[in-house]
């Protein structure tokens, strides 16, 4: 049974940072994208960044614009982790941070139902 397993969070003053790791363990398919999202509290889960994760690909991330030049999305094959690397963080920011892995290319990176596996979620609280 495939499962992601986020760890990372944690809470940081304004302006610090953060990185988010999500290990995927079982027996993993080849994931075509993998993402990080995140929901606030009373508010809809969102996509944050994105990464084109096939073994073919070459690689191409997208982010939200909140959170351009600020956030990192990488992903360590030999470990089959991904990563999250968050900088100059805002109270903004605060929110249970989700990890996805989809088994498809799909051309709507935030779309959530484009993704058929998920972890379990790992908070980041951020305090000016």
């Known amino acids: 049974q495939v499962q992601l397993v986020e760890s990372g969070g944690g809470s940081v003053q304004s302006g610090g940072s953060l990185r988010l790791s999500c290990v995927a363990s079982g027996n993993t398919p080849n994931f075509y994208c993998m993402a990080w999202f995140r929901q606030a509290p009373g508010k809809e889960r969102e996509g944050v960044a994105a990464?084109?994760?096939?073994?073919?690909?070459?690689?191409?991330?997208v982010y939200a614009d909140s959170v351009k030049g600020r956030f990192t999305i990488s992903k360590d094959n030999a470990n089959d982790t991904l990563y999250l690397q968050m900088n100059d963080l805002r109270p903004e920011d605060t929110a249970m941070y989700f990890c996805a892995a989809s088994t498809w290319s799909s051309m709507k990176p935030f779309g959530e139902t484009e993704y058929n596996y998920w972890g379990q979620g790992t908070q980041v609280t951020v305090s000016s």
């Open positions: 990464l084109d994760s096939d073994i073919h690909s070459d690689g191409r991330t």
